[in-house]
């Protein structure tokens, strides 16, 4: 069972930033590829940002103003999200893809305030 502790959720106004963490009680995290979805109409999700084992990432949202990083130390896959906008409100997931499965976290609340 993989489980999720996700944090840095909140409510900032437009310009604002946030810095989301998940720290994954997970084995084999530093081969996992790890990222971002956030929740989009009805229960569909979308690929924020992902950033494999070798350190590649990938951008589907917020190029520019949001950066993903990973501590494989501390099983920690973060966030950095700066000049947000209100668009940018949702619930984000933590994600993981290990061995072919994926795994999700609960989900942490962001509200950008115009």
């Known amino acids: 069972q993989v489980q999720f502790v996700e944090s840095g959720g909140g409510s900032v106004q437009v310009g604002g930033s946030l810095n989301l963490s998940c720290v994954a009680s997970a084995t084999s995290f530093s081969d996992s590829a790890v990222g971002w979805y956030r929740q989009i109409s009805g229960p569909q999700r979308e690929l924020v940002a992902a950033i494999t084992s070798s350190g590649w990432t990938n951008y589907a949202v917020g190029r520019g103003r949001f950066t993903i990083s990973r501590d494989n130390t501390r099983n920690t896959v973060s966030l950095q999200m700066t000049s947000l906008q209100s668009e940018d409100t949702s619930v984000y997931y933590c994600?993981?893809?290990?061995?072919?499965?994926?795994?999700w976290g609960p989900g942490v609340q962001v509200t950008v305030s115009s």
């Open positions: 994600w993981m893809n290990q061995g072919g499965s994926e795994y």
